[in-house]
T-cell receptor, first 117, second 113 residues
Framework: GAGVSQSPSNKVTEKGKDVELRCDPI?????LYWYRQSLGQGLEFLIY????????KSGLPSDRFSAERTGGSVSTLTIQRTQQEDSAVYLC???????????????FGPGTRLLVL | AQSVTQLGSHVSVSEGALVLLRCNYS??????LFWYVQYPNQGLQLLLK??????LVKGINGFEAEFKKSETSFHLTKPSAHMSDAAEYFC???????????FGQGTTLQVKP
């Protein structure tokens, strides 16, 4: 079946511009995560969505970062006024359910490689 | 702060040799533990996970890992390396009910012919 998809696969932008990254989770998966993979910081959690609950935004590095999930499916991560340190691979993951099942497998998309010039 | 450490950012083995990738976590409370593999320009793929059912966990591609509470470790092994095993390997842990993962820094496995 279809896995997690992300678009675009690559994005080059100029410093100060806004970017939007999209994630399509596996159909039926109610939990969705964003992670960032960068040379300096490794893989780090950004934000978590579960159904209609308030998202866990504890990993967002600054107020320039925001994310939304519409209709419990597609998610968009927005970075405003991009900086060079935002250059990284942004990974999205989804899993069947959320809450009280931390052992459940997360399925990752291929990522969006963002380069800020 | 809770964390996970992978000892060795690069490991090189010969084809057919034992693979051992180390992972330690920092808490007296055992987390849920995962090993993921990442091939170049691809996302993360789950190799195996520990969920307290058994301390020795078998995964895909001949990999296995043993949870040792006394050592707070979850090392990944494979008896005989194959060229196709060359990739980056991440140990990840979760202490949160939300399942958010904390990753180690990753270990790049090189397999020499």
């Amino acid at each position: 079946g279809a896995g997690v998809s992300q678009s675009p696969s690559n994005k080059v932008t100029e410093k100060g511009k806004d970017v939007e990254l999209r994630c399509d989770p596996i159909s039926g998966h109610t939990a969705l995560y964003w992670y960032r993979q960068s040379l300096g910081q490794g893989l780090e959690f950004l934000i978590y969505f579960q159904g209609n609950s308030a998202p866990d935004k504890s990993g967002l590095p600054s107020d320039r970062f925001s994310a939304e999930r519409t209709g419990g499916s597609v998610s968009t991560l927005t970075i405003q006024r991009t900086q060079q340190e935002d250059s990284a691979v942004y990974l999205c993951a989804s899993r069947t359910s959320g809450g009280m099942t931390p052992q459940e497998t997360q399925y990752f998309g291929p990522g969006t490689r963002l380069l800020v010039l | 702060a809770q964390s996970v450490t992978q000892l060795g950012s690069h490991v090189s083995v010969s084809e057919g040799a034992l693979v051992l990738l180390r992972c330690n976590y920092s808490s007296s409370v055992p987390p849920y533990l995962f090993w993921y593999v990442q091939y170049p320009n691809q996302g993360l793929q789950l190799l195996l996970k520990y969920t307290s059912a058994a301390t020795l966990v078998k995964g895909i591609n001949g990999f296995e890992a043993e949870f040792k509470k006394s050592e707070t470790s979850f090392h990944l092994t494979k008896p005989s390396a194959h060229m196709s095993d060359a990739a980056e390997y991440f140990c990840a842990v979760s202490w949160s009910n939300t399942g958010k993962l904390i990753f180690g820094q990753g270990t790049t496995l090189q397999v020499k012919p």
